[in-house]
């Protein structure tokens, strides 16, 4: 009896210590994940921090790409010439879109780095959501402002060919005008002796008696070749080579006046230029 009792405590203890082994194994496999739980969870959290300030990083970089809110063309620079300014608004857009791709870049490893890590949290999801909108919307408004610049190269391109065109046609006219002018402006005067002007048919004898008392006057049909012309807005002085001088041609007495200016020479002055080319050929006689 004494012996069935040493083998049944024997049996017990032995259970006991069983029991005693087990428990203590699942509370050593139980601390185990706890600590490995808990050591998850801490990286889990610096990954989130670590996401959460990239994503903070990358939204500034977005914020910095801004399109149609800054003049593309720096202060002073509309002066210059327009293809120099098309030059550097087509270099600030290439500056904005490298921006943008190099912030697309980092957009797309934040992604595969976060999906990679196992790491899944809707709130980061989203928020790498809104920067793929983000940078999108900043594109297409990129590929705007060089549809737009096109346009605008295209419009300046037409007007700098109308301005030219107008230019050209402004100068040919004030040649035009120039040159009606001058030709408004000019008479043609001749000088000579009696003999000399009736020789050239410039002047003919008429009236008199038997020869007496004839006076000369102009014919009114005049060889170019003997004449000067005289650009009265250029100039108001015809010098005569005489002391005694008659205006045989019926300019105004009151737009000239005849001055001596030394023993045998005399000048003609004009006075009144508009009043005095209505004849526009002037016959002087010296004696």
Known sequence: MRKNSVIALALLSALLLGGTVLYYSKYRKSL???????????????????????????QDSLDTIVVGETPLIPAGAQSEEPQTNRDQVLNRIATLKAGLERTKDRIQELDTRIKNSGVKIAGLQRMISGLKRSATQKEELI?????????????????????????????QRQQELEARQHELATIFYTIGKKKDLVKSGVVVSKGGVLGVGKTLKTTGQFNEGSFTALDTDQETVIRIPAHNVQVLSPQSPSSYVLQPTGKDTMELRIVDAKEFRKVRHLVILMS
């Open 32 to 58: 185990g994940d706890y600590e490995q739980a808990t050591a998850q969870e801490a990286d889990t959290r610096a990954r989130y921090s670590q996401a959460i300030n990239e994503i903070a990083a990358i």
């Open 143 to 171: 590929s705007q402002l060089n549809v737009q610049v096109d346009s605008l190269h295209t419009q300046v391109a037409g007007l700098t060919t109308e301005v030219q065109t107008n230019q050209q046609e402004l100068a």
